[in-house]
């Protein structure tokens, strides 16, 4: 069974590095892999997207490793406003009902 | 910016009762979609469509349908409500047909079947 899996919760402090890390051993070979975030009543929101090695914009990277069977969100230096839940979004073969959404990782960030 | 708005934030319906969601995207966007948000289970798609008046099924179309008339509406059908249809269902549209295509999120609708 397709699944992409991701940790349930973190924990962080404000000015701390958090790594997101999300497995999705059924990529398919052409599709990318995409983060969402999440604020309590809103819907999801693009931060990053990625195909391979490493992609950075102004709010996060994205590390993949060469076999992408996995991918990691890295939020540098998050502030009380990153607490969120964070999706991976990974397209397997076939179409659009082929893009899986991970259950999402709800991060926590404290003073 | 896009866009894409839901006509209600929360409703409360009766098992049994036909409901419509709406779904609205102002920036001409050839696809939208339909999911459902559950505790633990992400986002799931119910719906897809590409193109006026085509739909596509996705993971989980049984008792829900949908319809496209116009390219900015999307419209999601519960024939007749049941209480395990109480969920989130969050609307969302893209540019083009690629599967990479950044999706675009409309608020929310948070539906209770009574």
């Known amino acids: 069974l397709a699944k992409t899996t991701q940790p349930i919760s973190m924990d962080s402090y404000e000015g701390q590095e958090v790594n997101i890390t999300c497995s999705h051993n059924?990529?398919?070979?052409?599709?990318?892999i995409t983060w969402y975030q999440q604020f309590p009543s809103q819907g999801p929101r693009f931060i990053i997207q990625g195909y391979k090695t490493k992609v950075t914009n102004e709010v996060a990277s994205l590390f993949i490793p060469a076999d992408r069977k996995s991918s990691t969100l890295s939020l540098p230096r998050v502030s009380l406003s990153d607490t969120a839940v964070y999706y991976c979004l990974v397209g397997e073969a076939g179409g659009y009902n082929k893009l899986i959404f991970g259950a999402g990782t709800r991060l926590a960030v404290h003073p | 910016d896009v866009k894409v708005t839901q006509s209600s934030r929360y409703l409360v319906k009766r098992t049994g009762e036909k409901v419509f969601l709406e779904c609205v995207q102002d920036?001409?966007?050839?696809?939208m979609f339909w999911y459902r948000q559950d505790p633990g289970l992400g986002l799931r798609l119910i719906y897809f469509?590409?193109?006026?008046?085509?739909?596509e099924k996705g993971d989980i179309p049984e008792g829900y349908s949908v319809s496209r008339e116009k390219k900015e509406r999307f419209s999601l059908i519960l024939e007749s409500a049941s209480t395990n249809q109480t969920s989130m269902y969050l609307c969302?549209?893209?540019?083009?047909?690629?599967?990479?295509?950044?999706?675009?999120f409309g608020p929310g609708t948070r539906l209770l079947v009574l």
């Open positions: 969302a549209s893209s540019l083009g047909t690629a599967k990479q295509e950044t999706q675009y």
């Open positions: 920036m001409d966007h050839e696809n």
């Open positions: 469509s590409y193109d006026v008046k085509m739909k």
């Open positions: 059924n990529i398919a070979t052409n599709d990318y």
